[in-house]
């Protein structure tokens, strides 16, 4: 069974910069999609960003498109989501997801069937 720990989350100012981390342990998932979903309070669960289990595709909500880039590390079995221009309605809980085996991507949460416990994101303006 994987575990997912996603790090990096935190305070920052409106048009900052961050890192988040989502490490892997238990299972490795460089044959795995894997997304970044996020939650802000009294809002559903929503779609951020993908890459396929190659790292070839990758696909975002249109609100982050151009300002987040999703990668991935298989020889360290992590994945990235770089968040640059940060902007307030960015703030929430980030998550990241394990996906469909050799899977190209998806924006559609049932197709995930691992969760880490998220990271705050919270952006001041």
């Known amino acids: 069974q994987v575990q997912l720990v996603e790090s990096g989350g935190g305070l920052v100012q409106a048009g900052a910069s961050l890192r988040l981390s989502c490490a892997a342990s238990?299972?490795?998932?460089?044959?795995?999609?894997m997304g970044w979903f996020r939650q802000a309070p009294g809002k559903e669960r929503e779609f951020v960003a993908t890459i396929g289990w190659s790292g070839s595709t990758t696909y975002y909500a249109e609100s982050v498109k151009g300002r987040f880039t999703i990668s991935r590390d298989n020889a360290k079995n992590t994945v990235y989501l770089q968040m640059n221009s940060l902007k307030p309605e960015d703030a929430a809980v980030y998550y990241c997801?394990?996906?469909?085996?050799?899977?190209?991507?998806?924006?559609?949460?049932?197709?995930?069937?691992?969760w880490g416990q998220g990271t705050q994101v919270t952006v001041s303006s």
């Open positions: 238990g299972r490795t998932i460089n044959s795995y999609a």
């Open positions: 997801a394990l996906g469909l085996t050799h899977g190209w991507g998806s924006s559609l949460t049932n197709e995930y069937h691992s």
